[in-house]
């Protein structure tokens, strides 16, 4: 069975870069059919996608973050990171990880970790 | 961007009742529409694509419907386990894709 397992600081200051990781178990991030992303959830807000990132390094962002998203593999820990860049309390949020494939809906999703932006 | 919109915001149901939740694509999403299941504290979980299709294991109490712009997730006979927040997402549109604010559905 599939798991995935966010992990990162939950309290960051204004103007820092939010990293975290995606831990896979259960099944390769080398899968050529799947795409694993990140989404976030501001509190009391809905869900918003943040980018997707294939194997090989590939990668899409939600263009009302691209310019302060990074999203990167490391194949040999089988984990996926985010890097988020510039924060403001806007960003608080929970961040989830999810699996998808090509431009389809996120089948597999880690439980989510809460980050609060503040100082 | 296309907006999600969903309604009702919330519902009071009753196990056994049938419910019907919408969703709505501000411009045409064809059937690129996904619903999930939020549990509070739990992951979301994917229910139906392809606007009817549904997952794997998925109870056949779910139904999906609906294609264009609006869309519907019934549930034929409310179970405890389902009391829960539901949301759709359009993912017609790459690398823009939507959720709704979701629908909570609450135990009347």
């Known amino acids: 069975q599939l798991h995935l397992r966010e992990s990162g600081p939950g309290l960051v200051k204004p103007s820092e870069t939010l990293s975290l990781t995606c831990s896979v178990s259960g099944g390769s991030i080398t899968n050529n059919h799947y795409y694993w992303a990140w989404v976030r959830q501001p509190p009391g807000k809905r869900l918003e996608w943040i980018g997707s990132m294939y194997y090989s390094g590939s990668t899409d962002y939600n263009l009302s973050l691209k310019s302060r998203v990074t999203i990167s593999v490391d194949t040999s820990k089988n984990q996926f990171s985010l890097k988020l860049n510039s924060l403001t309390a806007a960003d608080t949020a929970v961040y989830f990880c999810?699996?998808?494939?090509?431009?389809?809906?996120?089948?597999?999703w880690g439980q989510g970790t809460l980050v609060t932006v503040s100082s | 961007e296309i907006v999600m919109t969903q309604s009702p915001v919330a519902l009071s149901a009753s196990p056994g009742e049938r419910v019907t939740l919408s969703c709505r694509a501000s411009q045409s999403v064809n059937t690129n529409l996904a619903w999930y299941q939020q549990r509070p504290g739990q992951a979301p979980r994917l229910l139906i694509y392809g606007a009817s299709t549904r997952a794997t294991d998925l109870p056949a109490r779910f139904s999906g419907g609906g294609s264009g712009t609006e869309f519907t997730l019934t549930i034929s006979s409310l179970q405890s386990e389902d009391f829960a927040v539901y949301f759709c997402?359009?993912?017609?549109?790459?690398?823009?894709?939507?959720f709704g604010p979701g629908t909570k559905v609450e135990i009347k």
């Open positions: 997402q359009q993912y017609s549109y790459w690398p823009s894709s939507t």
């Open positions: 999810a699996r998808h494939r090509n431009r389809e809906p996120f089948d597999f």
